[in-house]
Nanobody
Framework: QVQLVESGGGVVQAGGSLRLSCAAS????????MAWFRQAPGKEREFVAT????????YYADSVKGRFTISRDTTKNTMYLQMSSLKPEDTAVFYC?????????????????WGQGTQVTVSS
């Protein structure tokens, strides 16, 4: 069974940076397709970024492209989301997700495992 634990959320001013972490247990991060999603109050959970199983191809939502970077550290069995140039509209609960497929996945229904979420608040 895969377990995912996010950390690194907090309050930051617009234009600032944060790094989110997602520590995995039960499987290695390289053996999983992994992603970040976020959910703002009153909105549906939306795709942010993904890194594929094995090949480490990455894909980003247009709203974060050029500002966010997804990566993973196999020595720490952890995935990261480096966020910079943060905007108030980035405020949301950020979720780490993982799945067994080798393909890119951008839908919540495509992911088998989820973390509990970490709050990111960007003040103007």
């Amino acid at each position: 069974q895969v377990q995912l634990v996010e950390s690194g959320g907090g309050v930051v001013q617009a234009g600032g940076s944060l790094r989110l972490s997602c520590a995995a247990s039960g499987r290695t991060v390289v053996s999983l397709g992994m992603a970040w999603f976020r959910q703002a109050p009153g909105k549906e959970r939306e795709f942010v970024a993904t890194i594929t199983r094995g090949s480490s191809d990455t894909y980003y939502a247009d709203s974060v492209k050029g500002r966010f970077t997804i990566s993973r550290d196999t020595t720490k069995n952890t995935m990261y989301l480096q966020m910079s140039s943060l905007k108030p509209e980035d405020t949301a609960v950020f979720y780490c997700a993982a799945r067994n497929s080798y393909n890119l996945g951008r839908r919540t229904s495509e992911y088998d495992y989820w973390g509990q979420g970490t709050q990111v608040t960007v003040s103007s």
